[in-house]
């Protein structure tokens, strides 16, 4: 340790109430033990702290929002391979036994959807030489049962990120909304009677 270090300790030992980076650069500046770092300490002081990458925990806490609640998530997969779908389909329920959510059905056609487009061999001539291309979609759909809007943020965000090529997800939320004032039968008439 230097004796600039040292002496550094031994003030801030002395006063352990006033220990701001001003106080620290301060004493770095009548030392002359390193005017570059006295002049970080005292830039960062002057910042504000969203400028310093810092974020106030009051407002996280002012903007509290209760969590959603979802009744089910359905997935609908699609793959040109079935067997892309079904390790899929294998991981999603691996993924959702870990986080401790509920399974629905898991259902969808054995068949493949066949889309065929024919098309002329060559460029222009020989109409009666002709190709035919077949596209082969398996369908895949799998729900899940009473999530919380936080569990449910994760859980898409993972099995997204693990998406694998060639596959296409769609996801469809059905969210559990409280029933509006007008419609309980209780508070309907109380307004009426409040208001003659």
């Known amino acids: ?95 959702a036994d870990g986080l401790g959510i509920e399974v629905g059905k898991v259902w969808g056609p054995d068949k493949a959807h066949h889309q065929r487009y024919t098309i002329l061999r060559s460029a222009f001539v020989h109409k009666k030489c002709r190709v035919q291309y077949e596209y082969r979609t398996y369908h895949r759909y799998m729900s899940f049962l009473k999530l919380t809007g936080s569990t449910a943020d994760t859980f898409l965000e993972y099995i997204e990120r693990n998406l694998p090529e060639g596959l296409a997800l769609k996801v469809t939320k059905v969210a559990v909304e409280p029933v509006p004032e007008h419609l309980v039968p209780g508070k309907s008439e109380e307004v009426e009677e409040s208001s003659s």
Do not use: W
């Open 1 to 95: 340790m230097n004796s600039v270090s040292k002496q550094l300790f031994s003030f801030l030992n002395r006063l352990p109430q006033c220990t701001t980076p001003a106080t620290v650069a301060g004493f770095l500046r009548f030392h002359n033990g390193c005017p570059s770092l006295a002049e970080t300490a005292v830039k960062n002081e002057t910042q504000e702290p969203a400028s310093r990458g810092l974020t106030s925990v009051v407002d996280k806490v002012d903007s509290y929002e209760p969590d959603k609640l979802y009744k089910l998530i359905e997935l609908e997969m699609r793959a040109n391979q079935k067997q892309i779908l079904n390790s899929y389909v294998v991981f999603l329920k691996m993924a």
